[in-house]
């Protein structure tokens, strides 16, 4: 798992920057009902896309929630005073205290299925009645992109994946949550090129394959054989999906 303190300097430049806050924005707007007047972002990362969503003509007034401190600090620079540290499994709100809530690629970092769950039970908590939450889903399966990057790494040894979308359903629907709409976007910057990827494995981002260990190593020496290193193989599309609060 990252040290998301740490990565809170890189994690715009790595992640595809404005652009891919640009249409992940876009997309979170395409599911909140235009009347909603007050969104809860959790896990705001650095912001760059909670203030897209505070920005956007006609917007809701917007509060940003994230545990990691470099990170929310990051956030509040540019939403000054509606950033808050929490917890995403013990939110400090009050029940049915916003219009909607979102939270963009935060459920696969959830250490297990009773995380998710709790997760989306507090979602649905500070959740008014007739309010909408917008989360991602099936955000690993998002980067594969049928590359050769993705034909190497399909040998590692598999992940427990707790951000289905079947199970983010299932999860919503324990709370009183219906399912209502899904949007797509691309993660602009996102496409992987192989030299990339070593990087990445080298730093932890692969759960299964911990850096320094042979395993590592030795997916490392096949990424490393691929050709054209320093070549972004296509970008992931990733999936958004919108549950309503009768």
């Known amino acids: 798992m990252l040290d998301y303190d740490k990565e809170a300097e890189r994690y715009d430049a ?7 806050a640009e249409a992940a924005a876009r ?4 599911l909140v009902p235009r009347r909603a007047r007050t969104l809860l972002d959790v896990a705001c990362g650095t ?6 969503l505070a920005a956007a003509p006609g917007a809701p007034r917007v509060t940003g929630a994230d545990l990691a401190p ?28 916003f219009d909607a809530v979102t939270s963009v690629w935060l459920l696969h970092l959830a250490g ?6 709790a997760i989306v039970g507090e979602c649905a908590r500070v959740l008014r009645p007739g309010g909408v939450y917008v989360t991602t889903v099936d955000k690993g399966a998002s980067h594969n992109v049928g590359s050769d990057i993705d034909a190497v790494l399909a040998a590692r040894p598999p992940s427990t994946v707790h951000d289905t ?26 496409g992987r090129s192989p030299r990339r990827t070593v ?28 050709p054209d290193q320093d070549r972004p193989r296509p970008d992931p599309v990733f999936t958004l999906r919108a549950f309503l609060k009768p």
């Open 165 to 190: 979308a079947a199970a983010v359903e299932a999860y919503a629907r324990e709370q009183g949550l219906l399912p209502a709409g899904e949007a797509r976007f691309t993660g602009h910057g996102q």
């Open 112 to 117: 297990s299925a009773d995380d998710v769950r």
């Open 14 to 20: 790595s992640r595809g920057g404005e652009p891919r």
């Open 199 to 226: 990087a990445d494995l080298r730093r932890g981002w692969f759960v299964t394959l911990p850096p320094g260990g042979p395993d590592a190593e030795r997916f490392a020496g096949r990424l490393a054989a691929l």
């Open 27 to 30: 997309a979170v707007l395409s």
């Open 70 to 97: 470099a990170m929310a600090r990051r956030a509040a620079a540019r939403l000054p005073g509606a950033v808050v540290i929490a917890d995403s499994r013990r939110l400090p709100f009050r029940d049915g205290g």
């Open 47 to 52: 912001g760059i896309v909670t203030r897209r």
